[in-house]
């Protein structure tokens, strides 16, 4: 069933949408009256509609029910991921949004080969949100991740809420033992090429951070946080 985020709290028994979405279900899905659709509000909360009225850029749904999305995770997990080179960082948050984060920060560490300017930045972000609502759309997720600014690791570290994990080639916890006081908030650190220092490492155990590992082998920066993220959504999630 077709999927649309709405910027608002959907209150009524009819709800229009314009623009981008609407040309997309009228021109792109050749959407009629009468078939269904999902539409998430900013609370999480999932609307099941069917379309009354389709006009140009514009159609009309009549809201059958809505509910609490149960996509969501059970645990919030903010991802610091050190900016890798080239365009990984895209298949990053398309592939995290898709698992379960629920939100990213982009950060500048000490061995990030990749430095863009703010111009860069800024316009890099803007496309790293619309990869996230894309993931976000295609994967039923009951709200959109946000993709924050790119901040310094030092920033990262002081901005970091709830259980603070960072993952080290050079060894740590496991997964499963991190996770074993049921966190209901993870920060967690992922390194670009190359990983982290150890004094970026201490700066991290020093304001309460735990050391994690992802086993033997080394993963690329691409790899890492997609392994971390799915091995937390895997301890936390309450499938039953």
């Avoid at 389709?54 to 029910?65: A, P, R, T």
């Avoid at 809420?161 to 966190?183: A, H, R």
């Avoid at 670009?192 to 920066?221: D, W």
Wanted: with cysteine; aromatic share 4%.
């Amino acid at each position: 069933m077709p999927h649309f985020f709405v910027d608002e709290e959907i209150e009524s028994k009819e709800y229009s949408l314009f623009g981008e979405d609407g040309r997309h279900i009228s021109k792109s899905l050749r959407m009629n009256k009468g078939e269904s659709l999902t539409l998430c509000s900013p609370s999480g909360t999932v609307h099941n509609c069917v379309v009354e009225e389709i006009s140009g850029d514009m159609v009309k749904v009549n809201v059958l029910s809505s509910k609490i999305s149960e996509a969501e995770p059970d645990v919030k997990v903010t991802l610091y991921q050190a900016l890798p080179k080239g365009d990984k960082m895209e298949l990053i948050i398309q592939k995290a949004v898709e698992i379960g984060v629920s939100e990213i920060v982009p950060v500048i560490s000490s061995r990030c080969v990749s430095r863009p300017d703010k111009k860069s930045l800024s316009k890099k972000t803007v496309r790293w949100q619309k990869i996230a609502k894309q993931a976000a759309m295609q994967s039923g997720r009951g709200i959109v991740p946000k993709v924050k600014e790119c901040i310094s690791f030092n920033d990262a570290v002081k901005s970091a809420k709830g259980d603070k994990v960072i993952f080290y080639e050079l060894g740590g916890e496991s997964v499963k033992t991190i996770l074993k006081d049921k966190p209901s908030e993870i920060s967690m650190f992922i390194g670009s090429e190359g990983g982290f220092s150890s004094e970026e490492v201490n700066l991290v155990t020093e304001n309460g951070g735990r050391k994690a590992t992802l086993g033997k082998r080394i993963l690329r920066a691409e790899t890492a946080p997609l392994v971390a993220l799915t091995l937390i959504m895997y301890e936390t999630d309450n499938m039953e």
